[in-house]
């Protein structure tokens, strides 16, 4: 039988709309816990109620019934990888599908239990647990936060933004902090900082099998205290078959504390995938109509793919309170909370980017950044910041949403 010290620390928690699965499943978990109860939720709870059902700080163990609705099983999967590494899932499926347990393991699953469930497989997957355990908590190093900055359109300042949310992070906290240009196309972080690298995220996807620090060191250039790897020098063809982030952001997320990934756009499979591993996604866009409306295209296009909108920040760049929409009316219009509003601060970006530093943290930009890193660290929250009705330019989107 495993060593069940692993179950006894955390707490367990089966979540499956099958009430005699859950019946069976507690059967045989009852030799690992030693008499802790298991809390067994008959529905699919919704992502938004996962911080409340694993209390922040405590260690769960949670078993996820996949068979019901594998579409919820996985979006529950992604949602738990935000919480952090103290919850470990073990999926149970309904069949032996290699494409599927892939897909779970690479959602956040710890590992994995086929129906129908036996005494062995219980076993099997506590020794797992066991075994991996200690080096965890010698470690005592979770996986990176990672965050996605995508712009609603082109022109808002996405790049600048995630920029400066690197350079604020590392300012703020010390931890280590890496900033990814991953637009094979466009990508100008080397413009935007002056600097240039004979490597780009190409090398490290090509390179993946090899990655160890010393290489890894060679790729990464350091500006202001942040790793940066770059783009591709030259346009990448854009048909090129770029698809995959994951070896990247896998090496990542064990090297570093914080990640903060640059993309061009929500669209293509490329930055589809960069929002699926993210943990949270900021959509950047400007308070003027076209590019509002290029927000709600970008938002629609993300439901269409299944990324969740519990990890989606609207951040409004370049906001002018007197020219364009208001925040509140663009939460309406959006069916979206405005996560944050950064000011036009036209003379301190400009500065910055010409001298290829950061913005000033005392600036009036500067200080959207550093709210923004608080509240995505968790230390503040949002304050009730509304503007005045222009509830006459909501038919607008409601228009292009039909």
């Given at each position: 039988?495993?060593?069940?010290?692993?179950?006894?620390?955390?707490?367990?928690?089966?979540?499956?709309?099958?009430?005699?699965?859950?019946?069976?499943?507690?059967?045989?978990?009852?030799?690992?816990?030693?008499?802790?109860?298991?809390?067994?939720?008959?529905?699919?709870?919704?992502?938004?109620?996962?911080?409340?059902?694993?209390?922040?700080?405590?260690?769960?163990?949670?078993?996820?019934?996949?068979?019901?609705?594998r579409d919820q099983a996985l979006q529950l999967l992604e949602e738990v990888g935000r919480l952090g590494g103290q919850i470990q899932v073990i999926a149970i499926?309904?069949?032996?599908?290699?494409?599927?347990?892939?897909?779970?393991?690479?959602?956040?699953?710890?590992?994995?239990?086929?129906?129908?469930?036996?005494?062995?497989?219980?076993?099997?997957?506590?020794?797992?647990?066991?075994?991996?355990?200690?080096?965890?908590?010698?470690?005592?190093?979770?996986?990176?936060?990672?965050?996605?900055?995508?712009?609603?359109?082109?022109?808002?300042?996405?790049?600048?933004?995630?920029?400066?949310?690197?350079?604020?992070?590392?300012?703020?906290?010390?931890?280590?902090?890496?900033?990814?240009?991953?637009?094979?196309?466009?990508?100008?972080?080397?413009?935007?900082?002056?600097?240039?690298?004979?490597?780009?995220?190409?090398?490290?996807?090509?390179?993946?099998?090899?990655?160890?620090?010393?290489?890894?060191?060679?790729?990464?250039?350091?500006?202001?205290?942040?790793?940066?790897?770059?783009?591709?020098?030259?346009?990448?063809?854009?048909?090129?078959?770029?698809?995959?982030?994951?070896?990247?952001?896998?090496?990542?997320?064990?090297?570093?504390?914080?990640?903060?990934?640059?993309?061009?756009?929500?669209?293509?499979?490329?930055?589809?995938?960069?929002?699926?591993?993210?943990?949270?996604?900021?959509?950047?866009?400007?308070?003027?109509?076209?590019?509002?409306?290029?927000?709600?295209?970008?938002?629609?296009?993300?439901?269409?793919?299944?990324?969740?909108?519990?990890?989606?920040?609207?951040?409004?760049?370049?906001?002018?309170?007197?020219?364009?929409?208001?925040?509140?009316?663009?939460?309406?219009?959006?069916?979206?909370?405005?996560?944050?509003?950064?000011?036009?601060?036209?003379?301190?970006v400009q500065k910055a980017l010409l001298d290829g530093k950061p913005i000033p943290s005392s600036s009036p930009f500067g200080k959207g950044m550093v709210e923004?890193?608080?509240?995505?660290?968790?230390?503040?929250?949002?304050?009730?910041?509304?503007?005045?009705?222009?509830?006459?330019?909501?038919?607008?989107?409601?228009?292009?949403?039909?």
């Amino acid at each position: 039988m495993a060593n069940s010290e692993t179950s006894i620390s955390r707490r367990p928690l089966a979540i499956s709309p099958n009430a005699p699965l859950l019946n069976q499943l507690e059967l045989l978990l009852k030799p690992h816990l030693a008499g802790v109860a298991v809390h067994r939720l008959q529905a699919y709870p919704s992502p938004r109620d996962l911080p409340n059902l694993l209390a922040s700080g405590t260690a769960h163990l949670v078993f996820l019934d996949t068979a019901g609705d594998r579409d919820q099983a996985l979006q529950l999967l992604e949602e738990v990888g935000r919480l952090g590494g103290q919850i470990q899932v073990i999926a149970i499926l309904e069949g032996n599908e290699p494409d599927f347990i892939l897909r779970c393991l690479r959602a956040g699953a710890s590992d994995f239990l086929i129906l129908p469930l036996s005494a062995e497989q219980v076993d099997a997957a506590f020794g797992k647990l066991a075994r991996a355990q200690p080096s965890q908590e010698v470690s005592g190093k979770e996986p990176a936060k990672t965050i996605a900055v995508m712009p609603a359109k082109g022109a808002c300042g996405a790049t600048t933004v995630a920029c400066n949310l690197a350079f604020q992070w590392k300012r703020m906290s010390g931890k280590r902090v890496l900033l990814v240009d991953l637009d094979p196309l466009t990508g100008n972080l080397s413009f935007l900082l002056k600097i240039k690298s004979v490597y780009s995220f190409l090398d490290a996807l090509q390179r993946s099998s090899e990655l160890d620090a010393d290489l890894w060191g060679a790729m990464v250039r350091q500006v202001h205290g942040v790793d940066v790897l770059l783009a591709p020098e030259l346009m990448m063809d854009q048909n090129q078959d770029l698809r995959d982030p994951s070896p990247i952001l896998e090496y990542a997320r064990h090297a570093y504390d914080v990640v903060i990934l640059d993309t061009s756009s929500v669209y293509t499979e490329w930055n589809l995938n960069v929002a699926r591993a993210a943990n949270e996604l900021l959509l950047v866009t400007t308070n003027e109509l076209p590019a509002l409306q290029a927000a709600q295209r970008a938002l629609s296009y993300l439901d269409t793919n299944r990324i969740g909108r519990w990890k989606i920040r609207l951040v409004v760049n370049r906001y002018l309170r007197d020219v364009g929409l208001s925040r509140e009316v663009i939460g309406t219009a959006l069916h979206t909370e405005v996560f944050e509003t950064l000011p036009s601060d036209y003379e301190a970006v400009q500065k910055a980017l010409l001298d290829g530093k950061p913005i000033p943290s005392s600036s009036p930009f500067g200080k959207g950044m550093v709210e923004i890193v608080d509240r995505l660290g968790g230390k503040s929250q949002p304050g009730n910041k509304k503007g005045s009705s222009l509830s006459g330019l909501l038919g607008l989107f409601s228009k292009t949403s039909k």
